[in-house]
Nanobody
Framework: QAQLVESGGGLVQAGDSLRLSCAAS????????MGWFRQVPGKEREFVAAISSRGYNTRYADSVKGRFTISRDNTKNMVYLQMNSLKPEDTAVYYC?????????????????????WGQGTQVTVSS
């Protein structure tokens, strides 16, 4: 099993930046890709970004491309989401998650069902 703990959320103004962190434990972190998702009440969990097990490949939702950057530090079992130029529509609870498949090759998955373990989430609120 894996345990994931997100941090770094908060209340910011439009145009500001935030850096989310996700601390992982309980399994071989470096063997699994990681993803960030977000969810607002009444809507399905939405893919934001993913990174491969060694960090060589990344994938972003169109809505955040060019503004958000996902990264990881396998020496610290950490994954990050740098969020710049935040917009009110970025307001959501943000979750990190582990890929179901170790050492995945090819396209990083977007569906939430392709991810196995989830953190408790961290709230990001962007005011206009």
């Amino acid at each position: 099993q894996a345990q994931l703990v997100e941090s770094g959320g908060g209340l910011v103004q439009a145009g500001d930046s935030l850096r989310l962190s996700c601390a992982a434990s309980g399994r071989t972190f470096s063997a699994y890709g990681m993803g960030w998702f977000r969810q607002v009440p009444g809507k399905e969990r939405e893919f934001v970004a993913a990174i491969s097990s060694r960090g060589y490949n990344t994938r972003y939702a169109d809505s955040v491309k060019g503004r958000f950057t996902i990264s990881r530090d396998n020496t610290k079992n950490m994954v990050y989401l740098q969020m710049n130029s935040l917009k009110p529509e970025d307001t959501a609870v943000y979750y990190c998650a582990t890929d179901r498949r170790a050492w995945r090759v090819g396209t990083l998955p977007q569906p939430a069902g392709e991810y196995e373990y989830w953190g408790q989430g961290t709230q990001v609120t962007v005011s206009s």
